[in-house]
DNA sequence: CTCCATGTTTAGAA
DNA sequence: CTTCTAAACATGGA
């Protein structure tokens, strides 16, 4: 789940559910998410105090009590937040919880501990201080796209999904952006037209918010979208031709051989 | 048992 | 220097 469009709901339920509620207690049940942050480190900072803002960069989710210490939150492959009520039991893998005021719970939850807890003084510190690119739908200017696309030597998908060139940007929706532009996962950037990189562009800024429209659930999506039939053996939502799975980056691309005709 | 999975990092090779 | 590949991390589903 956790790309950009995800997180960004994340913060959304995140805002939701807790924003201007004090925390009356931090429960961490596995301490391999924490890093290199001591669960009472964490406790300490959190207790009795409410958090009162969120910020989100690419993948990375910030929240802060008082603007002066974030809390920086990354889901790895499995990560997510749920909300328990009072009486409700807690299911799934929880790693870290946050036990609010009038006893509702707050779960980190990520099966495969894949994700990160940590506390840092500026989250603007912290993005280039890890090379972070600008946000893939927040701050990526057409020139700035343009410019990424035409001086680099790699594959459009691997491009994409480059952190240090736009951050936010994974598996699923790297996929979803090349097939709404009808671009094959394998072609070289600097190879495309201009007119074909600005489709890109657009189809980019598009798939974003139309997942974050969606609340990135896939029965939400508009028919032509690929992510819902991102399995083997589906057929493409726009010609019905069977889809294909090549390799990526290390990663499985998802494709239509017929909308995404392979380069050279 | 084997293969695969939405992420990132690292080592080594082009 | 840039880019690609494979492996590693931890866990579970098919």
């Not at 749920?82 to 799934?92: A, I, N, Q």
């Not at 039939?229 to 494709?255: D, F, I, M, N, W």
Request: hydrophobic letters at 35%.
């Amino acid at each position: 789940m956790p790309e950009l469009p995800d997180v960004e709901v994340f913060k959304d339920y995140f805002e939701s559910h807790t924003l201007g509620k004090k925390v009356r207690e931090v429960e961490v049940r596995s301490n391999q998410v924490l890093t290199d942050l001591k669960p009472k480190t964490l406790q300490d900072r959190l207790v009795e105090k409410s958090f009162s803002s969120t910020r989100r960069h690419g993948k990375h989710l910030f929240i802060s009590t008082n603007e002066a210490e974030w809390i920086r939150f990354h889901f790895g492959m499995t990560g997510f937040f749920r909300l328990y009520g009072t009486e409700e039991k807690m299911t799934g893998h929880p790693r870290v919880i946050f036990v609010l005021s009038e006893g509702t719970e707050l779960a980190y939850d990520c099966q495969r501990k894949l994700g990160e807890i940590d506390l840092l003084s500026d989250p603007l510190d912290y993005i280039a201080k890890k090379g972070l690119g600008p946000d893939a739908l927040r701050e990526l200017s057409w020139k700035r796209f343009f410019g990424i696309f035409a001086s680099g030597r790699a594959m459009a998908k691997s491009t994409l999904m480059d952190q240090s060139k736009m951050a936010g940007i994974g598996n699923i929706y790297s996929d979803e952006i090349l097939f709404q532009s009808g671009v094959h996962p394998r072609k070289r950037t600097k190879d495309l037209s201009q007119e074909e990189t600005h489709k890109v562009y657009d189809a980019l800024t598009e798939v974003l918010q139309e997942a974050i429209n969606c609340e990135v659930e896939p029965d939400r999506m508009p028919p032509h979208y690929l992510l819902p039939h991102r399995e083997k053996g589906e057929l493409c939502p726009k010609c019905g031709t069977e889809l294909e799975k090549v390799s990526v980056s290390g990663r499985s691309a998802y494709l239509c051989p017929n909308c995404q005709p392979i380069p050279q």
